[in-house]
């Protein structure tokens, strides 16, 4: 079946520590993309890539790294500068970057913070 | 900016009760507009989705009909069920070299037996 995978489910983080949340797609989409949903909340965008080797800062990118190596791969690095880490992350992708173009997100990963 | 207006919840309703989400919308040019539904503990799921003036997006009872004229997007069922507890995001995407989507804060949906 193709779709995205998070992991983990569930990521603890300590203070100063920086942690990596995984995604990965076998849709052949061209373009990835990582939010943030805080409760209440609606998503906001941290980062996105419509090709290998590129991507672009979103709305609250500060705190956050990411890298595209792979077409399939879109990792999402927390770093010890994002002082309030704890939401729910979701991944997506879509065919391109479209206007019309669905996104399909992955199950999320969890953070919280020790 | 693009913003998402979605009516505050939580909306709680009897199993076969008609359901109406509104949802309206701030965008410069013609938005793609989406809703999408996401259940406890998950990612969220494509609904249904309109890409231009009047077009209706419908899929599992669901319908919501773009009105360019009233900038709106309301989500509609006629008769819920207790597996459609959820919340519900309605969201826009423009064209351009912004590729994001712009989500409401969601409704969350909770249907009785």
């Known amino acids: 079946d193709g779709g995205i995978t998070q992991s983990p489910k569930y990521l603890f983080r300590k203070e100063g520590q920086n942690v990596t949340l995984s995604c990965e797609q076998n849709?052949?989409?061209?373009?990835m993309y990582w939010y943030r949903q805080d409760p209440g909340q609606g998503l906001r965008l941290i980062y996105y890539?419509?090709?290998?080797?590129?991507?672009q800062k979103g709305d609250i990118a500060e705190g956050y790294s990411v890298s595209r190596e792979k077409k399939e791969s879109f990792p999402l690095t927390v770093t010890s500068a994002q002082k309030n880490p704890t939401a729910f992350y979701l991944c997506?992708?879509?065919?391109?970057?479209?206007?019309?173009?669905?996104?399909?997100f992955g199950p999320g990963t969890r953070l919280l913070v020790l | 900016g693009d913003s998402v207006t979605q009516m505050e919840g939580p909306v709680t309703l009897s199993e076969e009760a008609f359901l109406t989400i509104n949802c309206t919308y701030t965008a410069t040019g013609y938005p793609s507009l989406f809703w999408y539904v996401q259940y406890p503990g998950e990612g969220l799921q494509l609904l249904l989705k309109?890409?231009?003036?009047?077009d209706k997006g419908s899929n599992k009872g669901f319908e919501a009909t773009y009105r360019k004229e009233t900038t709106s997007f309301h989500l509609e069922k006629g008769s819920v069920q207790v597996s459609d507890s959820a919340v519900y995001f309605c969201?826009?995407?423009?064209?351009?070299?912004?590729?994001?989507?712009?989500f409401g804060k969601g409704t969350l949906l909770t249907v009785n037996p």
């Open positions: 849709l052949n989409h061209d373009a």
């Open positions: 969201a826009l995407r423009r064209g351009g070299s912004n590729y994001k989507l712009t």
């Open positions: 309109a890409t231009k003036a009047d």
């Open positions: 890539s419509q090709i290998v080797n590129d991507f």
């Open positions: 997506a992708s879509s065919r391109s970057g479209s206007e019309g173009e669905t996104q399909y």
